[in-house]
């Protein structure tokens, strides 16, 4: 493959001579259009990201008709060797970060978080319910079984056990005697959340979707929509054999003789989207805002713990499913956090989130890679002969900045690129804006709020938190980038006081680093303490907060 001084691919021709470009007429750039992307893919993508990515006019990798080096994303489930990563060129992206397991597997993510507890404390991470790993912790397990036995007396305590590699839930025990306990590998036991919000009596958890496009800087993205997964059968505590009435798992609930009739409040089969769920937390007064900065705050510490340990990679990204389990105070449990979370299509609510997903996925790459490109980072340093993947998709990056406040993206990349000519670059790609944009397809999604919570059922749940008093409430907001005191907020504002600002691409936003003092603490190695410090310090704020509110009220 030879590449021209422009970095075009000019392997037989520098551009495409088809007669419909790859980009839509009102996407195409001034000048000559370059050949398409290229992504390559293998028995395991999910047809949900080839489908989008050859809607966004990219091609399919041949090997039959394609050097064995022509692509520039490849996407699959399985995770890549280190070989891989270490001959990525850089033109090409991978889907997957090496050393992820390490929040993705059950026994590993309780061990880095119990360490997290140890290191900084039991307020910050009182996010996990009280964990063992089997067999190892197997007498720390019956010591603390019989203890709380006896302390209940009469009472049941309750137990969930789980494999260590979770399989679509599969091998999951939930028992309140320790006969009942049976394990034949690594396997672990946490306690049952038996308090869980319920929905029309139904369990429901939350799947939040995680884009972390690099650990050396560590940098996260937050979806803002997401699934709530809900079991089929009504919660109840003295049947704990019954897997419809206690996982929410989808796979497992679609099976069930439930599934397809009309249940009370969820209506038919056993998902809605997270903007869904937000509207009928709202249609009860329930302070939407406060439980979604308490879910990004999980999200950030889960990360934290293992930031330090994962090996550098250039030209990846991972996208992390969160499961999160929040009970009837209101407050968020993490459950686990997936490695290739599914993209099958089985609902109309798995149409309407992933779809955008992949798309914005791909967005935020391109805003990524524009950033980087000037950073002597591989995929854009000076002198490399390859493919800008910013190029590549010019046009769709162009909406992107358009949902940008230019001086937002321009006071961020003054602080990154390393030449002036990126920040010139920057200011021409980013059209003026002199509003404050809100997130793409917010406005169809207001409709469908609306129209939501005008259908909220008159089942009220058993719910004790409340929303603290606002005029108005914006249900997607980041940890930082929302203020409960405030009435109008926009996600692309700059933050403390305009020197860092928050990104978005798509429904992505940049929730860490989420201020100057993250920021630096992130550069030059990764200063865990000083960002827990920070984190802390915003959690007493938002307590503060909350207790004036109630107090007013």
Request: net charge positive; glycine share 6%.
């Amino acid at each position: 493959m030879s590449w021209n001084a422009d970095g075009c691919n000019v392997r037989g021709a520098a551009f495409t001579k088809k007669s419909e470009p790859y980009l839509m007429v009102e996407d195409r750039p001034p000048g000559p259009i370059l050949k398409p992307p290229v992504f390559h893919v293998d028995d395991t993508t999910p047809e949900v990201v080839q489908s989008v990515l050859l809607e966004r006019g990219w091609d399919k990798f041949d090997k039959g008709e394609q050097n064995v080096e022509d692509w520039n994303l490849y996407w699959r489930t399985s995770s890549f060797r280190m070989t891989e990563h270490i001959n990525v060129k850089p033109w090409q992206r991978l889907n997957h970060h090496p050393g992820t397991t390490q929040l993705t597997r059950q026994d590993h993510l309780a061990r880095h978080l119990k360490h997290m507890k140890r290191m900084y404390g039991t307020p910050l991470y009182e996010f996990i319910p009280l964990t063992f790993i089997m067999p190892n912790d197997y007498n720390k397990f019956v010591a603390e079984y019989f203890r709380e036995k006896h302390v209940l007396g009469a009472k049941h305590s309750y137990w969930i056990c789980k494999p260590a590699e979770l399989s679509h839930r599969r091998g999951i025990i939930i028992f309140s005697d320790i006969k009942g306990l049976l394990f034949d590998d690594t396997y672990i036991v946490q306690k049952y959340i038996c308090n869980p919000l319920l929905v029309g009596r139904y369990k429901c958890d939350l799947r939040i979707y995680v884009c972390v496009t690099g650990f050396k800087p560590l940098t996260i993205y937050i979806y803002q929509e997401g699934l709530v997964r809900f079991a089929t059968e009504k919660f109840d505590l003295s049947n704990l054999q019954n897997n419809y009435a206690h996982l929410t798992n989808s796979s497992i609930n679609k099976s069930g003789v439930s599934y397809e009739k009309i249940k009370e409040v969820i209506g038919h089969g056993c998902k809605w989207t997270l903007s869904r769920f937000f509207s009928y937390l709202r249609s009860w007064d329930v302070d939407d805002l406060l439980l979604w900065q308490k879910i990004t705050q999980v999200v950030i510490l889960t990360v934290l713990a293992i930031a330090p340990l994962v090996p550098f990679a250039a030209n990846c990204f991972e996208l992390f499913g969160f499961d999160i389990l929040i009970d009837d105070n209101l407050k968020p449990w993490l459950l686990e956090v997936n490695f290739s979370p599914a993209l099958s299509i089985d609902c109309s609510a798995d149409i309407s989130v992933k779809r955008k997903l992949i798309h914005d996925t791909i967005e935020l790459i391109y805003l990524q890679g524009l950033r980087n490109e000037r950073t002597g980072c591989r995929d854009g340093a000076k002198g490399s002969h390859s493919v800008s993947l910013t190029k590549l998709d010019v046009g769709r990056f162009n909406k992107v900045c358009s949902a940008l406040p230019c001086e937002s993206l321009l006071q961020f990349t003054s602080r990154t690129f390393k030449d002036e000519s990126a920040v010139k670059k920057a200011i021409k790609i980013c059209p003026e804006n002199k509003h404050a944009s809100q997130p793409r397809e917010m406005t169809s999604r207001k409709k469908d709020l609306l129209l939501s919570t005008r259908e909220a059922p008159k089942t009220k749940p058993k719910l004790k938190g409340r929303r603290s008093p606002h005029k108005k409430i914006i249900p997607f907001m980041s940890l930082i980038q929302s203020r409960a005191d405030k009435t109008s907020i926009s996600p692309c504002v700059p933050l403390d006081n305009g020197k860092v600002p928050g990104l978005q691409a798509g429904n992505f936003v940049l929730i860490f680093p989420f201020n100057e003092a993250t920021f630096g603490a992130s550069r030059n190695g990764l200063n865990v303490r000083r960002i827990i410090q920070k984190l802390q310090k915003l959690k007493n704020k938002q307590h503060s907060h909350m207790l004036e509110m109630e107090t007013k009220r």
